[in-house]
């Protein structure tokens, strides 16, 4: 009988004996031809509820007919019966199959990184050999009950919608458990008694939820306790911290806790991270901490502690981070902390320090990989010392009064990946010595008042990939070497890989969760969206970054040379007085938003725009543009933000259908030349109309559709009905990336600097 046969008999005698009820604990039920079907039938579910994007479950039964062969499958030492199925990440989307209990042995269920939705099917409670289940980020939902799954030893439903309370499961189902991750999730309720039971629980992340109430008081028997993020109050009772407390890691950050916090966690003689950011812990910072040798990562910061640093810390050899950020710490950065030399990455911004920078001796701790000083209200002249810190790969001064010159010591430090002096007060010109930083990923110069010229040297930072000089006064061309950054960003990434360290560049749209994901890939050189190959649609996965320039008084023309920045994806030249034709060169970068605003570009707008497959958001308005407008900018099938105004020398028909024609008359303002013949006419009211011009004289954001070339305040994100113009899903996907890496360009500053609730939320990664 041909193989084809075969496995459709194996499909109908299946569904035959599931449809007359027959047990799966028959003979044929027991067998490895049984799970064999029972496996085809899957891939059949798989195959048609996945008609593009296949997993490797579609190769299942090509070159073997043994499932214990097949890719993703495990089966028992003797190869008698399946016991294991993982898909992860294998592109599945829709519901989940519902006939998993037909494995009779299965013990081991991977559905993990789909886009698997729906509830969560009552058959899977059927699978009572089920000792690991990971269904973590897909986007199930419903609530959650898997009672009889008694064997259960791991479970991890992370990063999903699940909502509800958890004591349908808990603690029916926690006999065996010993991981337990439900973070990222809608639960809800109280977890006070939940976990009693639940004797051989180990690790517990209930991170990202709605829980509310008080804290469950027997997680010192753990050994992982991650409850952040959540709606927890009251205080952390001392009782939990038994003498014989085996906690290696407790995070409590994001709550409602209040308070003194309990010194009696020193009983926690092998913990490794404390993490308590974002309560609302008052009073001293428990002076028993210095006893807790295995101590490597503590977290204070978002709290109300006073700010006497106990001198029992400096007992903590190996405390490597240390966080002591928003405490409304005042006058000047305590002595005590000037004598921390074991810490490698001291935050303490957002606070109100004026000095102690030099008293304090912080700047003379040599070992210091990260010093974040930033949202304080330091004055003065930038500190030269700091480049006494040769250790240092990230040095954070942002948001200060700091005046006077950038000094020529800053460039300097052989390993700094990130620079950021933004938002201060400093003068002159860019420093050339910054040309020498080869391993600088990260250059923040945005909001000051420097002036000149950009450095040509600066196009030797070949690691260079985020670029911010935004709102100064610099003048003159853009360098050609410019072009330069970013080519070669590896050997910074490549090291990173090998010791990665908490990073602080993150703030309130991020959770702590997303900022240890987010930034790992970040700073390893990993992704963090796809973005297309030129002139294609096709997608690659790449680390991008972006180039801000706006707000200066830059000039001349755009160099060709732009077209070799294949690692950006997003250029933002606005408000300057760049002119010229703008290049053609610019199809050659996988951009998602082009924006050359309020400058004096002329000639035709480049028709190469429209090579920019995966452009999504496109801004030419206020230019000297003319001639006819490119027809082919209506190939940007993935544009979502378009503008072309005030630009009157532009003529031509905007096309009725296609992209262009989704966005509403405002995108066309002061282009008097342009034939808008899909926008139907919006008179004015007829009683109105009869007055003259002069009678609106001041009021710019009226639009007189009446009157020929009156300026408006043109907004071209609403659709044509009026209402704002919603964005898909992955629209939302990629201006959140680009927000994460601070792309966003017109609350760029905003967002930079408006909140750091995740800046020292990172997990620490031993």
């Known amino acids: 009988m041909l193989e084809e046969e075969t496995d459709l008999w194996r499909i109908i005698l299946l569904a035959f004996l599931v449809f007359l009820g027959v047990s799966v604990s028959v003979v ?7 799970d064999t079907a029972v496996l085809l039938n899957l891939k059949s579910f798989l195959e048609e509820s996945n008609q593009v994007n296949r997993g490797h479950y579609s190769e299942w039964n090509r070159e073997s007919s043994n499932p214990c062969d097949w890719r993703g499958i495990t089966c028992n030492y003797n190869r008698t019966r399946v016991t294991g199925v993982n898909l992860s990440g294998n592109d599945i989307s829709r519901t989940m199959f519902q006939n998993f209990s037909a494995l009779t042995e299965l013990s081991h269920l991977d559905l993990s990184a789909n886009t698997l939705g729906g509830q969560i099917p009552p058959d899977l409670s059927r699978c009572n050999n089920l000792v690991y289940l990971n269904l973590s980020h897909n986007i199930l939902d419903g609530e959650l009950n898997l009672v009889g799954l008694n064997k259960l030893q791991t479970l991890d439903l992370s990063k999903n919608r699940i909502g509800g309370e958890i004591r349908t499961s ?31 629980l180990r690790y517990l992340d209930l991170s990202e939820n709605d829980f ?8 010192g028997r753990l050994q992982e306790f991650i409850i ?33 916090f309990p010194g009696e966690i020193s009983n926690c003689r092998d913990l490794v991270v404390l993490h308590l950011w974002g309560n609302n812990f008052k009073g001293p910072i428990p002076p028993e901490i210095g006893s807790m040798a295995s101590l490597e990562a503590l977290y204070l910061g978002n709290n109300s502690f006073s700010r006497d640093i106990p001198e029992s810390l400096l007992d903590l050899k190996n405390l490597i981070f240390l966080d002591l950020s928003r405490n409304n710490f005042g006058d000047e950065i305590q002595e005590t902390l000037g004598k921390f030399t074991q810490v490698k990455y001291l935050l303490l911004h957002s606070n109100s320090y004026t000095g102690g920078l030099y008293s304090s001796g912080v700047l003379n701790l040599s070992s210091v990989v990260r010093l974040d000083l930033s949202f304080n209200n330091f004055s003065g002249p930038l500190p030269f010392e700091v480049s006494r810190m040769p250790s240092l790969k990230y040095l954070i001064f942002a948001s200060n009064q700091f005046n006077g010159s950038l000094p020529l010591d800053y460039g300097d430090f052989p390993l700094l990946q990130a620079l950021d002096l933004s938002f201060n007060e400093l003068t002159g010109t860019i420093p050339s010595s910054l040309g020498k930083l080869s391993s600088l990923l990260w250059l923040m110069l945005a909001n000051n008042q420097l002036v000149g010229e950009i450095p040509p040297e600066i196009g030797n930072c070949s690691s260079l990939l985020w670029l911010n000089l935004a709102n100064n006064k610099l003048s003159g061309h853009i360098p050609p070497e410019l072009a330069n950054i970013g080519q070669n ?27 240890r994901s987010l930034w790992d890939q970040l700073l390893k050189g990993v992704w963090l969206f796809p973005i297309c190959a030129p002139g294609t649609l096709v997608r690659t996965n790449q680390i991008s970054g972006y180039v801000q320039l706006s707000g200066n008084m830059l000039s001349g023309e755009i160099p060709s040379e732009i077209g070799k920045m294949h690692n950006l994806s997003m250029l933002h030249l606005g408000v300057n007085n760049f002119s010229g034709e703008f290049p053609q060169e610019i199809r050659e970068l996988p951009l998602m938003v082009l924006n050359i605003s309020d400058n004096r570009f002329s000639g035709e707008i480049p028709w190469e725009i429209g090579e920019i497959k995966c452009l999504r958001n496109l801004d030419l308005s206020r230019n000297n543009f003319s001639g006819n407008f490119p027809t082919k900018l209506n190939n940007l099938t993935q544009l979502s933000k378009f503008n072309v105004s005030y630009n009157p020398l532009i003529s031509g028909v905007i096309p009725a259908t296609g992209q262009l024609a989704t966005f509403e008359e405002e995108s066309f303002l002061g282009d008097p030349l342009l034939d808008l013949r899909s926008f139907p006419n919006q008179p004015v009211s007829p009683s109105l109309a009869t007055f003259e011009k002069e009678s609106f004289l001041g009021d710019p954001p009226l639009i007189l559709r009446s009157f020929p070339n009156q300026s408006v305040y043109p907004s071209a994100n609403t659709t044509r009905s009026g209402t704002k113009k919603p964005s898909n899903f992955s629209d939302f996907l990629v201006l959140f990336a680009l927000v994460l890496a601070f792309l966003t360009f017109g609350l760029f500053s905003f967002m930079l600097f408006s909140s750091v609730k995740c800046r020292s939320r990172l997990f620490w990664k031993r």
């Open 212 to 219: 509310s109430g008080n804290i469950w008081k027997g997680f």
């Open 228 to 260: 952040s993020d959540n709606h927890l109050n009251g205080s952390i009772p001392a009782s939990s911290f038994t003498v014989n407390c085996s906690l290696e890691v407790m995070d409590l950050s994001g709550n409602n806790f209040s308070g003194q």
């Open 489 to 515: 960003a590896m050997a910074t990434f490549d090291s990173n890989r090998q010791n990665y360290p908490p990073f602080s560049f993150v703030y309130s749209i991020l959770s702590r969760k997303t900022c």
């Open 28 to 34: 044929l039920g027991d067998s490895l031809d049984w």
């Open 170 to 200: 808990f603690p029916a189902i926690c006999n065996s458990l010993v991981v337990l991750n439900i973070s990222e999730n809608n639960l809800a309720g109280s977890i006070e008694d939940v976990f009693n039971p639940c004797k051989k």
